[in-house]
């Protein structure tokens, strides 16, 4: 069975760096077609999909988010990286990697971490 779990700091003060982990079992990173991704939930507001690294490697995010997000994997230990930087009260949100066979298809979820921007 494909099991996804997050993990990385909680809080955070506003400008620095969140850095959350994605650690996977059950299926490889580096094989088949998937799409491993990042979303986020804020407050109140729906989904976002911050980006994605696909198994070629390839990385895309979200046009609103692109300058200060990088996706990244370590595929020696089956896990992949979210990075946002220069953050703000606004990033406040639970996080959550998600697999997808396809784009906009998702099949495994992990079931999210809760990172607050506060002063």
């Known amino acids: 069975q494909v099991q996804l779990q997050e993990s990385g700091l909680g809080l955070v003060k506003p400008s620095q760096t969140v850095s959350l982990t994605c650690a996977v079992s059950?299926?490889?990173?580096?094989?088949?077609?998937?799409?491993w991704s990042w979303f986020r939930q804020p407050p109140g507001r729906g989904l976002e999909r911050i980006g994605y690294?696909?198994?070629?490697?390839?990385?895309s995010y979200s046009p609103s988010l692109k300058r200060l997000t990088f996706i990244s994997r370590d595929t020696s230990n089956n896990q992949f990286t979210l990075q946002l930087i220069c953050v703000t009260l606004e990033n406040t949100a639970v996080y959550y990697c998600?697999?997808?066979?396809?784009?906009?298809?998702?099949?495994?979820w992990g079931q999210g971490t809760q990172v607050t921007v506060s002063a």
């Open positions: 998600v697999r997808g066979p396809h784009m906009s298809q998702y099949d495994y």
């Open positions: 059950g299926a490889s990173i580096a094989t088949g077609y998937y799409y």
């Open positions: 690294i696909h198994v070629s490697g390839v990385t």
